[in-house]
């Protein structure tokens, strides 16, 4: 039989290993501070942070990770080691869909840790306006969902925004109806985001079929709203819940169990080639015959996997489109360079919106 190691022999091997990490951490957080001065009397002055770096560094991690944590609980802990270290060097600003509590912060806390100075903005547009007015150096704006397709108001706003893709993040979407009201009978309306009450159509259509359904900017602010009320919800995941002190009635609503929304990061900045990347494009090419084929042709020549096609109205003539394409592969990648120039001879349009690691956790 194995013996048993006493609680208190354990409880102070734990408090001696908590002392070694402690010491550890903080000299992880000097060679940081070493590193801001290094750049900037290299000359630097913008952000110091740096998404192909954060990227490898995860990756890393998640290899040399011998357990028993998981990969991904082992990235996520680096992950706000990471972001505490680099608020030490220059603290960083980065604009999302607000207010307080909703997914778009979530993905923002998630990619970039709990230390970045989170700025709530009321819309896409003006998140896209934030960063290119260097107000905020990055913005996080909801892509694709994938029950509810792509979100257009971000693609659109690529048409016109000299701003890159620097980075993505997936956040799996749990919805929950939330508020004051402790019986389903006595609910009126339910607020939340045109997205979120689509992707709860069923359960709502089966469990409140006589509930007002009303779209608002945010899942937050249908906490917000609902909080103030006594027979109105919201579907808005937990941190609103606490935020706005909701009690949940009813948790994971959402139809669709592997409900997850796809953000992107964007800026000013381009990163390098981590060797496990993907390439956002925008593509014109007029009202044609064939023109879809001409896009296609390159990447099928040069093997390389097409992981998104969507077409947007150009609003430029009647009937003309841009497609927008996320490609696997860094546009420095000596397959998908020599496919982009073959492209480029074929299309009215080609804007490269970013090259940028895949989504590490």
Request: negative net charge; aromatic residues 6%; hydrophobic residues 40%.
């Amino acid at each position: 039989m194995t013996d048993i190691i006493p609680l208190s022999d354990l409880r102070d091997k734990i408090d001696a290993i908590d002392s070694e990490i402690l010491q550890l951490i903080n000299r992880r957080a000097s060679c940081a501070m070493e590193v801001a001065k290094t750049k900037i009397s290299e000359g630097e002055t913008g952000s110091f942070y740096r998404p192909d770096r954060e990227a490898l560094v995860l990756r890393r991690i998640k290899q040399l990770n011998p357990g028993p944590l998981s990969d991904e609980t082992a990235a996520r802990f680096f992950r706000e080691i990471m972001s505490s270290c680099l608020a030490l060097e220059k603290p960083l600003e980065v604009a999302f869909l607000g207010p307080e509590g909703t997914f778009t912060q979530q993905a923002a806390f998630k990619h970039f840790g709990q230390s970045v100075q989170s700025v709530p903005v009321p819309t896409i547009n003006e998140i896209f306006t934030e960063v290119e007015n260097q107000r905020c150096q990055f913005g996080v704006v909801p892509v694709e969902n994938s029950t509810e397709g792509v979100i257009t108001h971000t693609l659109d706003r690529f048409i016109h925004s000299p701003l890159k893709i620097c980075g993505e993040v997936e956040i799996r979407v749990h919805h929950n109806l939330m508020g004051h009201v402790e019986n389903l009978s006595d609910i009126s309306e339910v607020f939340s985001h045109q997205q979120s009450l689509a992707q709860c159509r069923q359960w709502l259509d089966v469990h409140l079929p006589n509930a007002v359904r009303t779209a608002v900017s945010s899942n937050a602010e249908a906490a917000r709203l609902a909080a103030g009320s006594q027979d109105k919800m919201a579907i808005a995941g937990e941190v609103a819940a606490e935020l706005y002190g909701l009690n949940i009635l009813r948790r994971h609503i959402e139809d669709e169990c592997d409900n997850t929304t796809r953000f992107i990061i964007i800026g000013q900045q381009e990163p390098a080639s981590t060797g496990l990347d993907k390439t956002s494009l925008l593509i014109s090419t007029g009202n044609r015959v064939g023109s879809l084929h001409q896009i296609l042709e390159p990447f099928a020549r040069h093997d390389i996997s097409l992981s998104h096609i969507e077409s947007r109205p150009s609003k430029q003539g009647l009937w003309e489109y841009v497609f927008f394409i996320d490609i696997n592969g860094h546009q420095e990648d000596e397959d998908v360079c020599h496919a982009l120039k073959l492209l480029k001879q074929n299309v009215h349009l080609l804007n490269i919106l970013g090259s940028y690691p895949k989504a590490v956790i």
